[in-house]
């Protein structure tokens, strides 16, 4: 049986007998080549399931809609790596309990789907034991690698031309499972603490404002990539924060709901190479 037919199998299970009230998928999306998310709640709808290598999205974030989880009640979720990490995180801001929510976890790997045994974020610690030599990006990814070469006048002009490009329209925000905050600051105007206008102090601010308040938070799901509109490529920012923190903080974000977050916490031995 494949695995997205076990998982049918399972969540229909999981809703007939009433452990969950919700199990959130995926369906057949507007093309061929995309998904889009399935919010099931009877054996019926099931048969819409859809498991496959187009199943990219990381659907942590729905979890957060308003009043979704306020009665306690469980919810399961289909969930990658990146997604099993983004609840640990959640749970550790204290905007989830994960214990109200079943991971339906899976892999991809080129075309082949695996399913991945446990049924809480914490059954997933085997998928976050990878050394930190392994996790820097600067080191294996082309891109990383290419804007590592760059001089800083080099890497300024190349984000100035990306950041241009920006019209401020908040998808990468809005897509993200780590934006939560009901009001971002972005939306504020008294008094505004970012400029609204889509030009380059504006696009600088914004889109450099959101990379550090997702530094060391980030488990690069992508989401906001795929989101904007102008292919902006927000991923290469956000690989380069996580490599930062992960060598000045040891930190590689998500790996458990007990991790201390990182830019919210002291040690005495943390590098202190900003102070000058
Ligand atoms: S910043 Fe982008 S890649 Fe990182 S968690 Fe948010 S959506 Fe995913
Ligand atoms: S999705 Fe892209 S264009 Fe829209 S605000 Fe984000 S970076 Fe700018």
Known sequence: MSTQETYKTKVKELLSSGKVKMVIGYKAGTTADRRRPHFMRTPEEVDQL?????????????????????????????????????????????????????????????????????????????????????????????????????????????????????????????????????RCIVDNNQPQWVNTSSHTLGNFEWNIVRAFHLAGRCVECGNCGRACPVNIPLGLLNMKMTDEVLQSFNHYPGVSETQEPVLASFKKNDSETFIL
């Open 50 to 182: 859809v498991l496959d290598s187009a199943c990219i999205t990381n659907l942590s974030g729905y979890l957060l809609s308003e009043g979704l989880l306020s009665d306690g009640k469980e919810i399961a979720v289909f969930l990658k790596p990146d997604g099993i990490r983004s609840i640990n995180i959640l749970a550790a801001e204290a905007q989830l309990q994960s214990n109200q929510v079943v991971v339906l976890g899976f892999d991809i790997n080129g075309s082949e789907i695996s399913a991945l045994q446990g049924e809480r974020a914490s059954d997933f610690q085997a998928l976050t034991s990878s050394s930190n030599e392994a996790r820097l990006h600067k080191q294996q990814h082309p891109e990383s690698a290419r804007l590592e070469q760059m001089t800083p006048a080099e890497r300024f002009a190349y984000w100035e031309d990306a950041f241009s490009r920006c019209i401020k329209c908040y998808a990468c925000r809005q897509a993200c499972p780590m934006c939560y905050c009901r």
